[in-house]
């Protein structure tokens, strides 16, 4: 089935360091990919998406290509603050033949930054 | 505008009781999502409707588990009896359309069985 991989946590920066979360995906046609964010003690908000090949998502300086070619979709960011300490979580979704209407989840990537 | 509205915050109850979960969806979205999430297993979905059917309830646990939406601006997450290994913490999340796009998230219900 359809599936999201993301790379195991937690990634340690520090402020102003150049961040790379990789994701990968599975699936049948052609899905949507999201990076959603989760700061502590809240629900998960969107931060960019691509829903084609080739778009570029971007949103409060992180970026992510749909790289249909090696099926990713990795989040960059090149200088990391404090405050982008969360839990990223890759998804994909859309009406891409699954018939469904909901999105597939990654593990989730918690990024701690220091000072 | 309000986002996804969720009561309550927090739900401390002993193992046996009924526990119910509320979301208000955002105005016009027309789909809803429950999530559970938990350190061991993620972030897991456990039913979402599309205009107040239930599409795919593959995720609910086990017949403890209950979902309803009676009407496009309510729905109830039961659990009934509850047990321990239910404490999470539960997402209600709409969206808007057939095709799906971001999905809006509420701030969670902190749920701890005792």
């Known amino acids: 089935g359809d599936s999201v991989t993301q790379m195991e946590g937690p990634v340690t920066l520090s402020e102003e360091a150049f961040l790379t979360i990789n994701c990968t995906y599975t699936?049948?046609?052609?899905?949507?990919l999201f990076w959603y964010v989760q700061y502590p003690g809240e629900g998960l908000q969107l931060l960019l998406k691509?829903?084609?090949?080739?778009d570029k998502g971007s949103n409060k300086g992180f970026e992510a290509t749909y790289r249909k070619e090696t099926t990713s979709f990795h989040l960059e960011k090149g200088s990391v603050q404090v405050s982008d300490s969360a839990v990223y979580f890759c998804?994909?979704?859309?009406?891409?033949?699954?018939?469904?209407?909901?999105?597939?989840f990654g593990t989730g990537t918690l990024l701690a930054v220091q000072p | 505008d309000a986002g996804v509205i969720q009561s309550p915050r927090h739900e401390v109850t002993e193992m046996g009781q009924e526990v119910t979960l509320r979301c208000k969806p955002i105005?016009?979205?027309?789909?809803l999502f429950w999530y559970r999430q938990t350190m061991m297993r993620g972030l897991e979905l456990l039913i979402y409707?599309?205009?107040?059917?239930?599409?795919?309830d593959s995720g609910m646990p086990e017949d403890r588990f209950s979902a309803k939406m009676p009407n496009a601006s309510f729905s109830t997450l039961k659990i009934q009896p509850s047990e321990p290994r239910d404490s999470a913490v539960y997402f209600c999340?709409?969206?808007?359309?057939?095709?799906?796009?971001?999905?809006?998230f509420g701030p969670g219900t902190r749920l701890t069985v005792t």
């Open positions: 999340a709409s969206t808007s359309g057939n095709i799906v796009y971001e999905q809006y």
């Open positions: 699936a049948t046609g052609y899905p949507s």
């Open positions: 691509a829903t084609k090949a080739d």
């Open positions: 998804a994909l979704g859309g009406n891409y033949g699954g018939a469904t209407n909901k999105l597939i």
């Open positions: 105005s016009g979205h027309n789909s």
């Open positions: 409707f599309n205009n107040n059917v239930p599409i795919d």
